[in-house]
């Protein structure tokens, strides 16, 4: 390496001045040149120039240079080593960065506030608790006094962990040290995945009293937390705070989705459906619902037995292309159920094709169910058929339906068969089941097997001390038997 010049000693004081005033990338491009001349560059030059790039969030070169002077075995420093740790932090490296401390711990180089705080905020984005209360206690034990920034970075890291979370706050709270905003938002989360609404909405309170504004997410966690736990009043509260701050507004998509979603669940959980509707039609103002959004929508409207709003909201979906959950077909295969809107129905199975969603036993039996309400005793025997072929079975309802579309047919073999499969699956058939398959019988004027289902049908009737029910052999002409 050639001796240096006294050209070579201003370009290095000249990039460590750049390094200083955060003119990283004139600092950088000086000292690649001072390394492609061969000349000398020192600890302090690097270091100048990896910190100038750490504080403009530049840390792939600064690993780089750290990487350079390990290379030539430059020593390390407190100022050095914090650098490179500082980097690792924004780089998300955990691993490096708690590598890099106890490194610097065994080779007696000192650590202070900034090592602790980097360290913390690198165990605290990777979600490493143990680690990060270790550090804690550590930091303690050096005489290193916490700050609100290292306080906040631990509570981060114990995301989950809502206990420690509580405990750390309150040492907080006893050293006057204030948590920073993401500190509270962990402890919201993690109150939310514990089921503890009261914590999470202590959580939130505590940020208003400061001044601090939640984020979108902040307010998704206390609305889920308070609508899991069934309390769903104070959900559609928080949720419209969140609404009055506009928050929710200038959110992402996905955070403005999450945040109607839960108040959307919030609404089923309450059988609030003019709500749920109204807060829908909010978001279609500002946005594309997802699938979770419709899907609360109808869930609610189902518990209500509101139908129509079922069929709306559905046809919304298809219209705007969003794709329907296994959920939505079954939930509106019982909606056409329930209005006999069987042509609709059966337009719900060509719906699902397209969508490449294998329609439920359940969705198809319900579809069934809508024809029978209609009538439709040929399509219901020939749906049967279908989910008999696709290896489907028939549920309790299914095969209700389908006795009744025997009896209308006469299709009385098919009427016993059906029979003979709901009792060996036990299913509790009733009088209406038996009676439909008696009518099949007469139709097919099998006058033996309508003795014996009938004698079969009082024999129940006794045992159940039911009363006949009216006309329900009127139209079989007993005197043939």
Known sequence: MSGDTSNDVETRRRVRDLGLRGRWQEALELLESLQQSGSTVDGVTYTATMWSCVKN??????LKIFDEMQRQRLPLDTVSGNAALCAQQQAGRWEDALRLFDDMRSKRVAVDLISYTAVLGACADGGKWSEALGLHKAMLRDGV??????CSAVVRACDGRWQQQLQLLEEMR?????????????AVRSARQAGRWPQALEMMSAMWQRGLQPGVQAYCDAISACEECGQWEEALRLFGLLRKFRASRSAESGARLSAFAAALRACDRGKQWIHAVELLKQLWQEDVPDTACCDAVISCCEACQEWHQVLEVFNEMRQSGIKPSSNSFSVVATACAALGAWQRALRLLEEAEEEKEEPSGEVVARVA????????????????ADARRRGLRPDLHFLRAALEACASCGAWEQAL???????????????????????????????????QLFEEMEAQLVSKSEEPPSGYASDIPFNHI
């Open 369 to 384: 169910g809508a024809c029978a309400e209609g009538s439709q005793w040929e399509r219901v025997l020939q749906l049967l």
């Open 145 to 150: 006094p916490p700050t609100a920034a290292t």
């Open 57 to 62: 969030q530049q840390w792939q070169p600064a």
């Open 174 to 186: 006893r050293r006057g040290l204030d948590p920073e905003l993401g500190a509270y938002e962990a």
């Open 417 to 451: 068969l059906l029979l003979q499969e709901a009792r060996r699956r036990g299913f509790p058939l009733g009088t209406k089941s038996i009676n439909a398959a008696m009518a099949a019988c007469a139709g097919g004027r099998q006058w033996g097997e309508v003795y």
